[in-house]
């Protein structure tokens, strides 16, 4: 058993959460794991390389053949881009569980394969609560109807998507994300953006961002979303890890009140690059969270795995959906991160981001 099943179940924020499987109280939650992706579709990514044995490992199925290749070259792994086998998402959901895991929350957008059946076969076979949500991914994953719709008609739909259900049916979403900046961010994404503050007035839900890939970016977004009446502090600025290294600037923008998300832990390869910015590892990652802790910045932070590709799978030899329950918490402790700032991190903090004011008459 991991050392966070320690972590107290307490939680002090009151509301309602939409789940795959219905509504629950925040009480409910447990640990949250508040980004991640269980059943997607990222072969928009794909790049094929024009070497003749590489180009065999590209289009062969991730195995022990191909995977010292794939781990390096992640976008040019065809397979490596798809999870949508629900019985081994199952096991893979599993070791999360078994580690304390509570609820997972899955921001794969409709346009990256979002796979609402499959979510609820997962929830009922891990006894997991799993939250889905409604968004619009990066300009090259919309769809030609989300590109001809103005950002208020995108706006009262994923208000439609929390308030009655995913695409008119039984399901409601949860959270309005992941929603795709592109650096620079792109007319449509900038489009599709003004629709998510229009959802989130529409129904106090938040709204979980992937900002582009430069410093500036969290800050422009910033300012773009409170300019359109956002309100920022249920606004998620992700991937913090491979976007801003520099504590002054985190500092920067945690003022603005948002939710500041290390979400891409287990991630350790520096020879991945993502922009500008070198990816940290998980040591240099707790120590920017214990920096900000520090600041006074514990309710806001969230940390999640972002699990996209496969050869982040357990069952590919990566770190797993567990990895944080298992190994990073105590590392954390072992760092001298409080009980409280945990709890904070993996319960309170997300039970707040996840909360709805109303059932909106359900
Ligand atoms: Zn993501």
């Given at each position: 058993?991991a050392?966070?099943a320690?972590?107290a ?5 009151e509301?309602i959460?939409?789940t795959v499987t219905?509504?629950?109280a925040?009480?409910?939650?447990g640990?949250v794991?508040?980004h991640?992706h269980v059943?997607?579709d990222l072969g928009?990514?794909f790049?094929?390389?024009t070497?003749p ?5 590209a289009n062969?199925?991730v195995?022990?053949?191909?995977l010292g290749?794939v781990?390096f070259?992640?976008?040019q792994?065809?397979d490596?881009?798809v999870?949508?086998d629900?019985q081994?998402?199952i ?7 078994s580690?304390?895991?509570g609820?997972?929350?899955e ?12 979510l609820?076969a ?10 889905a949500s409604?968004g ?7 769809s030609?109807?989300?590109r001809?719709m ?16 995913i695409?008119g ?5 949860g959270?309005i994300g ?10 449509n994404e900038?489009?599709a ?5 229009f ?10 961002i992937?900002p582009?890939?430069h410093?500036?970016a969290?800050g422009?977004?910033?300012?773009l979303?409170?300019s359109a009446?956002?309100?920022?502090d249920?606004?998620v600025?992700?991937?913090?890890d491979?976007?801003?290294p ?5 500092v ?12 891409l832990f287990g991630?350790?390869?520096s020879h991945v ?6 990816l ?6 707790i ?11 514990e309710?806001q932070?969230?940390i999640?795995?972002?699990i ?7 069952r590919y030899?990566g770190?797993g959906?567990d990895?944080?329950l298992?190994?990073?918490v105590?590392r954390?402790k072992?760092?001298?991160?409080s009980d409280?700032a ?8 997300p ?5 709805l ?6």
């Amino acid at each position: 058993m991991a050392e966070s099943a320690t972590v107290a179940s307490t939680v002090e924020v009151e509301g309602i959460v939409h789940t795959v499987t219905g509504d629950i109280a925040t009480s409910e939650l447990g640990v949250v794991l508040p980004h991640e992706h269980v059943l997607i579709d990222l072969g928009r990514f794909f790049e094929e390389p024009t070497d003749p044995l590489e180009q065999e490992y590209a289009n062969a199925d991730v195995s022990l053949e191909n995977l010292g290749w794939v781990r390096f070259h992640h976008r040019q792994s065809r397979d490596n881009l798809v999870l949508s086998d629900v019985q081994s998402q199952i096991e893979e959901l599993r070791r999360f569980k078994s580690a304390g895991g509570g609820t997972v929350v899955e921001l794969t957008p409709v346009c990256a394969g979002q796979d609402l059946s499959g979510l609820v076969a997962l929830a009922e076979a891990t006894d997991l609560h799993v939250v889905a949500s409604t968004g619009v991914y990066l300009d090259e994953f919309q769809s030609e109807l989300t590109r001809s719709m103005s950002s208020q008609q995108i706006g009262e739909r994923m208000a439609r998507d929390i308030v009655e259900g995913i695409d008119g049916g039984e399901i409601r979403a949860g959270i309005i994300g992941e929603m795709g900046c592109s650096w620079p961010l792109t007319v449509n994404e900038e489009k599709a953006l003004r629709g998510a503050v229009f959802a989130q007035l529409a129904t106090g839900a938040s709204i979980s961002i992937h900002p582009g890939r430069h410093p500036d970016a969290p800050g422009l977004l910033l300012d773009l979303l409170s300019s359109a009446g956002a309100q920022l502090d249920r606004v998620v600025i992700g991937h913090l890890d491979r976007t801003i290294p520099e504590h002054d600037e985190l500092v920067a923008v945690g003022r603005s009140g948002c939710f500041l998300e290390f979400d891409l832990f287990g991630q350790e390869s520096s020879h991945v690059r993502y922009g500008p910015v070198d990816l940290p590892n998980d040591k240099t990652r707790i120590e920017r969270i214990a920096a900000l802790i520090d600041e006074g910045f514990e309710d806001q932070i969230l940390i999640s795995h972002d699990i996209a590709v496969k050869k982040w799978l357990f069952r590919y030899g990566g770190h797993g959906y567990d990895h944080i329950l298992e190994r990073v918490v105590p590392r954390m402790k072992e760092h001298g991160i409080s009980d409280q700032a945990l709890h904070k991190m993996l319960v309170s903090n997300p039970a707040r981001l996840l909360a709805l004011p109303t059932s909106f008459g359900r």
